[in-house]
């Protein structure tokens, strides 16, 4: 798809029933449940400080190939927003995965991950031994957590709280870092378990051993039906690009609704509502969704609630970027099966994970190109914000040829900087959240939503916009 071109604002009206600041998916989402919940006649606008709607959803042209520089996928079991792209008529444009499974770079090699992975952590010893992804010693180590007795842990547990006592050194370096923590661009010793991973918290804390927890569960999952149609994979795409559900969403919003280039310069308090103050104009409503990072929540709630703005300023956030290349494919040779791989820190590769998008999704598969999305930057990691995109590029192409041997030149590139892209669940998330609650109680017609409280990725954000949208069409928002 090509670039968008730039869009000139449109104009705001001077009252409405709702106004939601931030368009990136949350914002979207947001204002496409509260049409549905309103109704016709609700004066819904969407204000954005940027030239494009979609937030981190954005999808580009590279050799003519639709490329997501966000996300590139979504889980496909997530009910509201699997009600939602059938709702916009994508249903039949959702696609799987050609290739299923991911490697580790682990030990000198790529190791593909072993059968038997529940949430990122193993739950077949011997298969973890087969895959060479730990030393035998530390795969003696992972055993033990059959024997060891419970684990004490504190009231809101570290992931690596969980894991490290159970299965040693080895499973968390290497399996729970990249995979558990990876999510999140975050270091599993200071992200809270039960906000970020909670249903390995609850199953840590059912019995004594988290592996035979794990196993039982998996024992327990009922079989397929005879008969039963192949169920989807767990993270599915839409042919085209992410940007096709963005734009869907502008469309039944209305154009007209969602203004961009327009920033939100502040809040003013009114007579039972808001006027939300931007460089084109003013705007006054009786609600008003911040569906921004919480920096920029902060900064317009910090005249009205210190509390508020304390709060959200105690949410970390994690840079990170991506390079992506488009190799010549007869340069470059058949890659190595799979989806691609993830580095775990402890290899201190700049590289954090690569995905080989051409043979992972089938409108990304074509015969003179090998496309490959590198990503960089976690939790304690910024080696790279210092460099400028040229440098980012040659360190990007000296892991792929030390690592794997690529040296092909690439005939177009793609470099997305993402700074404050990851919200951090450090621990104290669910107390700090429910303390930032009680703050914007305080602020009747205020509502927040957003990747920065209560799920990442597009699934956890448009769970969050449709239980938001519905709170402010019952009157409790």
Not at 243 to 267: F, Q
Not at 318 to 340: M, S, Y
Request: glycine share 10%; with cysteine.
């Amino acid at each position: 798809m090509p670039d968008p071109a730039p869009a000139s604002p449109s104009p705001l009206t001077a009252s409405a029933d709702v106004v939601v600041v931030g368009a990136g998916i949350s914002g979207l989402a947001t204002a496409y449940f509260l049409r549905r919940s309103l109704g016709p006649d609700a004066v819904i606008q969407v204000v954005e400080a940027g030239p494009e709607a979609g937030g981190k959803v954005r999808t580009r042209s590279l050799v003519g190939l639709p490329v997501d520089t966000g996300p590139d996928a979504f889980l496909s079991r997530a009910p509201e927003l699997g009600r939602l792209v059938e709702a916009l008529g994508l249903a039949d444009e959702v696609i799987d995965p050609l290739a299923g499974s991911a490697s580790i770079w682990s030990r000198g090699r790529l190791r593909p991950l072993p059968p038997g992975m529940a949430f990122g952590l193993p739950d077949r010893l011997v298969a973890l031994l087969r895959s060479g992804l730990l030393s035998p010693l530390e795969t003696v180590r992972a055993g033990l957590d059959l024997v060891l007795p419970r684990t004490p842990l504190p009231a809101d547990p570290t992931v690596a709280d969980l894991v490290r006592p159970r299965f040693g050194d080895g499973v968390y370096q290497r399996l729970a870092a990249p995979l558990l923590g990876g999510v999140h661009a975050g270091d599993p010793a200071q992200l809270s378990a039960r906000s970020t991973v909670p249903e390995i918290a609850a199953m840590a804390g059912s019995g004594r051993s988290l592996y035979l927890t794990m196993r039982s569960r998996r024992r327990r999952a009922p079989a397929p039906a005879p008969g039963a149609p192949r169920p989807r994979a767990p993270l599915v795409s839409i042919r085209g690009g992410l940007s096709r559900l963005v734009d869907r969403l502008v469309e039944d919003i209305g154009h007209d609704a969602v203004h961009l280039d327009t920033p939100v310069l502040g809040l003013e308090p009114a007579d039972g509502g808001w006027v939300v103050v931007t460089d084109h104009g003013r705007v006054s409503t009786r609600r008003v969704v911040l569906a921004t990072p919480a920096p920029a929540a902060a900064a317009l709630l910090e005249d009205h609630s210190a509390d508020a703005a304390d709060r959200l300023r105690e949410i970390p956030y994690v840079d990170v970027a991506n390079v992506t290349l488009a190799l010549p494919a007869d340069e470059v040779g058949p890659l190595p099966a799979g989806t691609g791989f993830l580095v775990p820190p402890v290899e201190g590769e700049l590289t954090v994970g690569c995905t080989w998008l051409s043979q992972k999704w089938p409108h990304l598969a074509q015969p003179d190109h090998v496309v490959v999305k590198t990503m960089v930057g976690r939790a304690g990691d910024r080696r790279w914000v210092a460099m400028d995109d040229d440098e980012l590029v040659g360190r990007v192409r000296d892991d792929l040829r030390r690592l794997l041997g690529i040296t092909a030149a690439p005939d177009d590139l793609l470099v997305q900087r993402w700074p404050r892209a990851m919200p951090q669940y450090v621990v104290g998330h669910a107390a700090r959240l429910d303390a930032l609650d009680a703050a914007v109680a305080t602020l009747p017609g205020i509502a927040l939503t957003g990747a920065a409280y209560r799920g990442i990725g597009l699934a956890g954000c448009v769970a969050q916009a449709s239980s938001t949208a519905d709170r402010i069409a019952a009157g409790t928002s």
